[in-house]
Nanobody, 120 residues
Framework: QVQLVESGGGSVEPGGSLRLSCAAS????????MGWYRQAPGKDRELVAA???????LDSDSGEGRFTISRDNAKNTVYLQMNSLKPEDTAVYYC??????????????WGQGTQVTVSS
């Protein structure tokens, strides 16, 4: 079983930056793809970005080129660097692990989520 623990959320002013981290433990192996989703109040959960075990990234339109996903396999950790944050980025951000195939990410396990609030 895989456990995922997110950290790095918080409150930031518009234009600011945050880096989210997700530490994985349990039955982790090098073939696991990882991804970040977010869910704003009243909206569906949406993919932000995903990364394969080989470091191939899949970015959705939600980040508008402002977000960067990366991973450190030695630490079993995935990161989401978020720059130029906007109020509409306010959401609970969820880490996930899953599979990546044909440029599609399939989440299987979820973390508990971390709140990101962007406001002045």
């Amino acid at each position: 079983q895989v456990q995922l623990v997110e950290s790095g959320g918080g409150s930031v002013e518009p234009g600011g930056s945050l880096r989210l981290s997700c530490a994985a433990s349990g039955m982790i192996h090098m073939m696991t793809a990882m991804g970040w989703y977010r869910q704003a109040p009243g909206k569906d959960r949406e993919l932000v970005a995903a990364i394969s075990n080989r470091g191939i990234t899949l970015d959705s339109d939600s980040g508008e080129g402002r977000f960067t996903i990366s991973r450190d396999n030695a630490k079993n950790t995935v990161y989401l660097q978020m720059n130029s944050l906007k109020p509409e980025d306010t959401a609970v951000y969820y880490c996930s692990s899953g599979t990546y195939n044909a440029r599609t990410y399939y989440p299987a396990v979820w973390g508990q989520g971390t709140q990101v609030t962007v406001s002045s």
